[in-house]
C-alpha cells in the first residue's frame, strides 16, 4: 500500500472563490502547502487579501485523495 496523498483546495474566505488547489499531497509536505498558501491563494477581487500580493486568510480545505486501484 503507498503513501496517503492529500488534496488542499484554498478558497478565499470572504467571497469562496477557489484560489489555488494542490493535489497528489504527500502527509509529510502537507505543512509546506500550508506555509506557501499565503503566496499562492490571492484573491483577485481588490480588498479581498491582506495585501496585494499576499494573503494571510485562505480556508484550507483538506481531502484525502483515493488509493489508486490496480
Same mark, same amino acid.
Given at each position: 500500500m503507498g503513501e496517503t496523498l492529500w488534496t !488542499?483546495? /484554498?478558497t478565499c474566505q470572504v467571497c469562496g472563490v477557489e484560489l489555488n488547489r494542490a493535489e497528489h499531497v504527500p502527509e509529510g509536505m502537507k505543512g509546506r502547502v500550508v506555509m506557501g498558501a499565503p503566496l499562492m491563494a490571492v484573491c483577485k477581487t481588490p480588498g479581498h487579501s491582506t495585501f496585494s500580493d !499576499?494573503?494571510? /486568510?485562505?480556508?484550507l480545505e483538506w481531502s484525502q485523495e483515493e488509493a489508486p486501484r490496480g
Open positions: !488542499c483546495v /484554498a !499576499c494573503n494571510f /486568510a485562505p480556508k
